[in-house]
C-alpha cells in the first residue's frame, strides 16, 4: 500500500516536472530556428516549423507530449536532424552513467574504508592525517582537480590519456575527478557514526565475548554507522549526476550532460524536455531506491509515505 | 533508645538560608559567549574564521591596491607571468590577475550570502509554519502536508536543472544567480526547521505558553525560533560556501555572471585551455581561492557546530 503510494507521489511529480519544463521552455524567447530566420525565406521556416509540430497551439503541442511520454518516445531532436531523443539519450547516457557509477563506486569504497580506518585510529596520526585530506578533498571542486589530475598524470607523467572516451584508462581521471569530494565526505560522515556506534554497549559486549575485530566492524558496526550515509547518497548520486556535466567538458567525453547543456543554448526543446525528464526519473528511482535500502540494512525504519 | 537521642543530640541542625542555597553563585555565562570561547580554544575554526575574515577584506580593498581596473584590458601586457607589477599576472586579455581575483571574491561571496539569506528566510517560513501546524487540527494537517509534498517534489528534481533552465528565461547575471539558487536552495532548510519545530514544539515551556494564551505568533518568534538559532547559523555556514561553489559550477559551464564581470568559476573556465601551456597562474589564484574559501567556511561550520552542542562542552 505503501510503497503503492509512494509510485502515485513519483508519477505526480515527474508530471509536475513535465509541467514545468514545458512552460519554462516555451517562456524563453526564441525558438529553435530563430537563428536559421536570415538564412531561409519565411515559407521555408514556416515549414520546419510544422514539422516539428511548433505551430500549432501550445495546449495542443502539450497533450500531444505527454502522449507520446506515456509510450516512451520523447521526439525528434531538432539541432541533430533525422535523430530521435531517445537516440541522443542511448549514445550519451552509458558514458555519463558509467563515469557516474565508477566514482559512486569508489566514493563509497574509499570514503568507508578511511572513514573506518580514521575512527579506529581516533586521535591518532592516521586519523589526522585522513581528516586532513577530507577536509581537502571537500574543499577542492572538480573543475579544479580535474586540469590538475591532467596536469601531471597525463602531460607531465604521460601516464594515462590527456582527454576524450573510448578505453578503460580514459575513465580514470574523469571518475577521480568526480570522485573526491563525496569520497571525502562520506569519510567524514562515517567517521563520526562510527565513534558514536563503537561507544555503544553491544560493541563492548561483542568484544567481551572475544570476537574479533573484522567481525565485530563488519558485523555490528559498519551496519549501524551506514545510516546517515545512505541518507546522504541521493543528493549524492544527483551530485554526480549532474557533476558529469563539468567533467564531460573538461575531458571532452561524449556524455548526456553535454547534450543536455548544448541542448539550452540551440533551443532544441526536445532535448531539453527529454533530457531533464530523462535526469528527473533516474533521480527519483535512485531516491526510491536508496529509501528501500534503508530498511534492509536497518529493519526498525519503516518505509514511510513522508518524507523523514 | 537512649543512645538514639544522644547520638541525635550531638547533630545540629544547620540554620536554613535557603535563598542562599538557591543563588547562582557564579556570573551566568551567556550562550553566545560561551559559543565564541568554545570557537577559540578550537585552533582550525579560528584558522577558519581568520581566512574568511581576511577574504572579506581583501575583497573591499584588494581591488583598490593596485592601479588596474578588473576589466582594463592591455593586449600588449597579455600572459604575463606574476611580478612585482601585476601581483598575480595577468590573463590572455592582459587584464590583472589581482585585481580580478579580489573582485572576482565579492561577486562570490555576495552570491554566496546573498543566496544563503534567502534560503534560510524562506526554509524557515515554510518549515516554521509547516511544522507548527502539523497535528493541529485537520486544517493544519492539511497545510503541513501540502507544503511538505512541495518540497517532496522539488527535492527530488536536481537542482541543477532548474537553476539551468531558469538561466535560461532571464537575463545571466548576479541578480538572476541569485534567485535561481534560491529557489530550489531553500528545501532542506525547511526541512530541518521543520524538523526542529516539531520537537521543540512537545517541550513544556511551549505547552505553558500556550495555556497561558500566548498567540501563535509569539510562540513561534518568541520560543521556537530562539531555540533554533544554533541549528540556523550552522545551517548559514554549510549553505554559503554550497551557493559559493554553485556558482562557480555555473560560471564554468557559461550560465554565470558574464563577461567581463569576473568571478572565481569564469576565471577557472577561461584558464582551462591555456592550464597545459605551463600559464599555472590563471588557474592557480582563483582555484586556490575557492578552495580557501570552502576550506574556511566547512571548518568554521565545523567548529561552530560543535561549540553550540551542548553534548560536546566541557
Given at each position: 500500500m505503501l510503497i503503492l503510494k509512494r509510485f502515485i507521489m513519483m508519477a505526480v511529480t515527474i508530471w509536475v516536472i513535465v509541467t514545468v519544463t514545458f512552460v519554462i521552455m516555451h517562456v524563453i524567447p526564441g525558438d529553435p530556428f530563430a537563428s536559421d530566420s536570415t538564412n531561409y525565406p519565411p515559407e521555408v521556416l514556416a515549414n520546419m516549423r510544422s514539422a516539428y509540430h511548433l505551430d500549432e497551439?501550445?495546449?495542443?503541442?502539450?497533450?500531444?507530449?505527454?502522449?507520446?511520454?506515456?509510450?516512451?518516445?520523447?521526439?525528434?531532436?531538432?539541432?541533430?536532424?533525422?535523430?530521435?531523443?531517445?537516440?541522443?539519450?542511448?549514445?550519451?547516457?552509458?558514458?555519463?552513467?558509467?563515469?557516474?557509477l565508477q566514482a559512486l563506486v569508489i566514493a563509497v569504497f574509499f570514503g568507508l574504508l578511511f572513514g573506518i580506518v580514521a575512527a579506529l585510529n581516533h586521535n591518532g596520526i592516521v586519523d589526522y592525517i585522513v581528516m586532513g585530506l577530507a577536509i581537502i578533498g571537500i574543499s577542492v571542486p572538480s573543475f579544479i582537480l580535474a586540469p590538475l589530475l591532467i596536469k601531471y598524470f597525463s602531460v607531465e607523467w604521460k601516464l594515462l590519456p590527456v582527454?576524450?572516451?573510448?578505453?578503460?584508462?580514459?575513465?580514470?581521471?574523469?571518475?577521480?575527478?568526480?570522485?573526491?569530494?563525496p569520497m571525502a565526505i562520506i569519510a567524514r560522515f562515517i567517521r563520526s557514526s562510527m565513534l558514536e556506534v563503537l561507544n555503544q554497549n553491544y560493541i563492548k559486549t561483542a568484544d567481551a565475548k572475544g570476537i574479533g575485530i573484522v567481525s565485530i566492524i563488519v558485523k555490528h558496526a559498519i551496519r549501524n554507522a551506514i545510516i546517515p550515509v545512505i541518507s546522504f547518497l541521493g543528493p549524492l548520486i544527483a551530485a554526480l549526476i549532474t557533476g558529469t556535466f563539468v567533467v564531460?567538458?573538461?575531458?571532452?567525453?561524449?556524455?548526456?550532460?553535454?547534450?543536455?547543456?548544448?541542448?539550452?543554448?540551440?533551443?532544441?526543446?526536445?532535448?531539453?524536455?527529454?533530457?531533464?525528464?530523462?535526469?528527473?526519473?533516474?533521480?527519483?528511482?535512485?531516491?526510491?531506491?536508496?529509501?528501500?535500502?534503508?530498511?534492509?540494512?536497518?529493519?526498525?525504519?519503516?518505509?514511510?509515505?513522508?518524507?523523514d | 533508645m537512649a543512645t538514639l537521642s544522644e547520638e541525635r543530640s550531638l547533630f545540629r541542625p544547620v540554620q536554613k538560608h535557603s535563598l542562599d542555597n538557591e543563588q547562582i553563585k557564579r556570573p551566568l555565562t551567556k550562550q553566545w559567549k560561551m559559543t565564541i570561547t568554545s570557537i577559540l580554544k578550537n585552533k582550525l575554526a579560528l584558522l577558519g574564521m581568520i581566512i574568511l575574515f581576511v577574504?572579506?577584506?581583501?575583497?573591499?580593498?584588494?581591488?583598490?591596491?593596485?592601479?588596474?581596473?578588473?576589466?582594463?584590458?592591455?593586449?600588449?601586457?597579455?600572459?604575463?607571468?606574476?611580478?612585482?607589477?601585476?601581483?598575480?599576472?595577468?590573463?590572455?586579455?592582459?587584464r590583472d590577475m589581482w585585481s580580478r581575483t579580489w573582485y572576482g571574491a565579492r561577486i562570490s561571496l555576495t552570491i554566496g550570502v546573498a543566496a544563503a539569506l534567502i534560503d534560510i528566510f524562506i526554509g524557515l517560513v515554510v518549515g516554521g509554519v509547516s511544522g507548527y501546524m502539523a497535528g493541529r487540527g485537520k486544517i493544519g494537517d492539511r497545510i503541513d502536508n501540502i507544503l511538505m509534498r512541495l518540497v517532496e517534489v522539488l527535492y527530488s528534481i536536481p537542482y541543477l536543472l532548474v537553476v539551468i533552465l531558469l538561466l535560461v528565461i532571464m537575463k545571466p547575471g548576479l541578480k538572476t544567480i541569485i534567485i535561481a539558487l534560491s529557489i530550489t536552495g531553500w528545501v532542506s532548510m525547511a526541512r530541518i526547521v521543520r524538523g526542529q519545530i516539531l520537537q521543540l514544539k512537545e517541550q513544556e515551556y511551549v505547552a505553558a505558553a500556550q495555556k497561558l494564551g500566548t498567540p501563535h505568533y509569539k510562540i513561534i518568534l518568541r520560543h521556537l525560533f530562539p531555540n533554533m538559532l544554533g541549528i540556523i547559523i550552522v545551517n548559514l555556514t554549510f549553505t554559503i560556501p554550497n551557493a559559493i561553489f554553485a556558482e562557480s559550477f555555473l560560471s564554468f559551464i557559461g550560465l554565470g555572471v558574464q563577461a567581463p564581470i569576473a568571478s572565481w568559476g569564469t576565471m577557472c573556465n577561461d584558464a582551462l585551455g591555456v592550464i597545459l601551456s605551463g600559464q599555472w597562474w590563471r588557474l592557480f589564484f582563483p582555484g586556490f581561492m575557492i578552495s580557501l574559501t570552502m576550506f574556511a567556511f566547512n571548518v568554521f561550520g565545523d567548529g561552530l557546530q560543535d561549540a553550540l552542542d551542548p553534548h560536546s562542552r566541557d
Open positions: 497551439p501550445l495546449p495542443i503541442q502539450y497533450v500531444d507530449y505527454l502522449r507520446d511520454l506515456c509510450t516512451l518516445d520523447l521526439g525528434p531532436s531538432i539541432e541533430f536532424k533525422s535523430r530521435s531523443v531517445n537516440q541522443l539519450i542511448a549514445d550519451g547516457f552509458p558514458a555519463s552513467a558509467l563515469l557516474g582527454a576524450s572516451w573510448g578505453t578503460w584508462r580514459h575513465s580514470i581521471l574523469p571518475s577521480l575527478s568526480l570522485a573526491l569530494m564531460e567538458k573538461i575531458f571532452a567525453i561524449p556524455g548526456l550532460g553535454k547534450y543536455f547543456v548544448d541542448s539550452i543554448f540551440n533551443r532544441d526543446y526536445p532535448v531539453i524536455l527529454g533530457t531533464t525528464v530523462f535526469f528527473s526519473v533516474v533521480l527519483i528511482i535512485v531516491l526510491f531506491v536508496a529509501d528501500l535500502s534503508y530498511r534492509l540494512i536497518d529493519p526498525r525504519i519503516k518505509l514511510s509515505s513522508k518524507g | 577574504i572579506v577584506v581583501m575583497a573591499i580593498i584588494g581591488p583598490h591596491l593596485v592601479p588596474y581596473n578588473y576589466s582594463d584590458q592591455s593586449l600588449t601586457n597579455g600572459n604575463i607571468a606574476p611580478n612585482s607589477q601585476h601581483w598575480f599576472g595577468t590573463d590572455d586579455l592582459g
